[in-house]
């Protein structure tokens, strides 16, 4: 007999869990409210370097690391925000090259965009100050195509 009453109470306790679970028991409280989206301008990136903190991921490198010219600063504080100088040094790009790369850091890592003056200055010191390099010489000796 008092097997058959645990087994009952069991069984009901868990058809009340249940109906609890539902919201037929006791009422659930609302869920609050999604945040709403807020629509954000992008900022000029001279205003981004000068209103934010300089956050750099090599904290020892200066500007001085690049090539002096018009726009130096600005392009070594918004970059080295998220990688070191070497990233810049060791890429040689024309300027279409360097606004593609802009583009895809933007879209890709989420790189906050470039617009406008910002942007042609920035492009305009990149190409300047990092050209494509020079290709390899290619081998006459290696035959090409053959195994």
């Given amino acids: 007999m008092l097997t058959r009453s ?16 539902m919201g037929m028991v006791r009422e659930r409280p609302a869920p609050p409210p ?15 370097v000068a209103a934010a903190p ?9 500007p001085d ?12 504080y918004f970059c080295t925000t998220c990688h070191g100088s070497a990233v810049i040094t060791r890429t040689g790009a024309t300027r279409e090259r360097w606004d593609f790369l802009l583009t895809w850091m933007t879209d ?3 790189m906050a965009p470039v617009e406008g003056a910002d942007r042609d ?3 305009t010191y990149l190409a300047t100050s990092f050209p494509p390099r020079r290709r390899a010489p290619v081998n006459p000796f290696l035959q090409q195509g053959s195994n």
């Fill in 54 to 62: 300089v956050v750099n991921a090599h904290p020892t490198e200066t």
């Fill in 6 to 21: 645990i087994v009952l109470s069991l069984g009901l306790l868990t058809v009340v869990m249940a109906a609890d679970r």
């Fill in 121 to 123: 200055s920035m492009l």
């Fill in 34 to 48: 999604p945040p709403r989206p807020v629509a954000i301008a992008p900022a000029p990136a001279a205003l981004v």
């Fill in 108 to 110: 890709v890592h989420g």
């Fill in 65 to 76: 690391v690049l090539p002096d010219g018009p726009f130096r600063d600005e392009t070594f």
